[in-house]
C-alpha cells in the first residue's frame, strides 16, 4: 500500500468538508456514516485498481455495497432486507475478487443461492426460526450449566 490509499482518504476528507463548508450537500444525508463508508469503499476500490492489490477489493465491495444499501436502500421497494443485502453483498465482494485472485468463485456464488433463496423465500426462513427458537428457549439455560460443570470439574490446569 503506497500513499493511495491515504491521498484518496485525504482527497475525500476535504471534498467533504468543502461541500460541508459551502453547502453544497445537494441534499443529500452526507452527515451519516453510510456515507463515511462510501468514501473509505471508494478509496478501497482505488487502492485495488491503482495498485493492481487483490486483497483490497474486498473491503471495497463490502465497504460500498453497505453505505449504499443503508443509505440509499429503502428508497426501493424491490431492495431486500439487511440479512440478505449483505449476504448478496459479500457473495458480490467474493465474486470480484474471483476475477482478480482466481479463487472465491464457489464461495461467492453459494452465498449468493442462500441470498437469492431468502430474498424469494423468506417465510420458510422465519417459520424455521420461529420453530427453533421455541424450541430452545426453555432449555438454552442448560449449555451455561453444561459449560460450567466442564470448566469446575474437567478442564486442566
Known amino acids: 500500500?503506497?500513499?493511495?490509499?491515504?491521498?484518496?482518504?485525504?482527497?475525500?476528507?476535504?471534498?467533504?468538508?468543502?461541500?460541508?463548508?459551502?453547502?453544497?450537500?445537494?441534499?443529500?444525508?452526507?452527515?451519516?456514516?453510510?456515507?463515511?463508508?462510501?468514501?473509505?469503499?471508494?478509496?478501497?476500490?482505488?487502492?485495488?485498481?491503482?495498485?493492481?492489490?487483490?486483497?483490497?477489493?474486498?473491503?471495497?465491495?463490502?465497504?460500498?455495497?453497505?453505505?449504499?444499501?443503508?443509505?440509499?436502500?429503502?428508497?426501493?421497494?424491490?431492495?431486500?432486507?439487511?440479512?440478505?443485502a449483505m449476504i448478496w453483498i459479500i457473495a458480490l465482494a467474493f465474486i470480484i475478487r474471483s476475477a482478480q485472485a482466481k479463487s472465491g468463485f464457489a464461495q461467492g456464488f453459494i452465498l449468493l443461492l442462500i441470498g437469492s433463496f431468502l430474498y424469494y423465500f423468506p417465510s420458510a426462513l422465519t417459520s424455521f426460526i420461529q420453530k427453533s427458537v421455541s424450541n430452545w428457549q426453555a432449555f438454552w439455560p442448560i449449555l451455561f450449566v453444561i459449560a460450567g460443570l466442564y470448566l469446575l470439574f474437567f478442564r486442566k490446569k
Not at 30 to 49: D, E, H, R, S
Request: cysteine-free.
Open 1 to 84: 500500500m503506497r500513499w493511495t490509499f491515504v491521498a484518496m482518504i485525504m482527497l475525500e476528507i476535504g471534498l467533504y468538508f468543502l461541500l460541508k463548508n459551502f453547502d453544497l450537500f445537494f441534499n443529500m444525508n452526507m452527515n451519516t456514516l453510510p456515507f463515511f463508508f462510501i468514501m473509505f469503499g471508494i478509496a478501497f476500490m482505488v487502492q485495488a485498481k491503482a495498485e493492481k492489490d487483490d486483497q483490497a477489493i474486498v473491503p471495497a465491495v463490502l465497504l460500498l455495497g453497505l453505505g449504499i444499501h443503508f443509505l440509499w436502500g429503502k428508497s426501493f421497494p424491490f431492495w431486500p432486507d439487511d440479512l440478505t
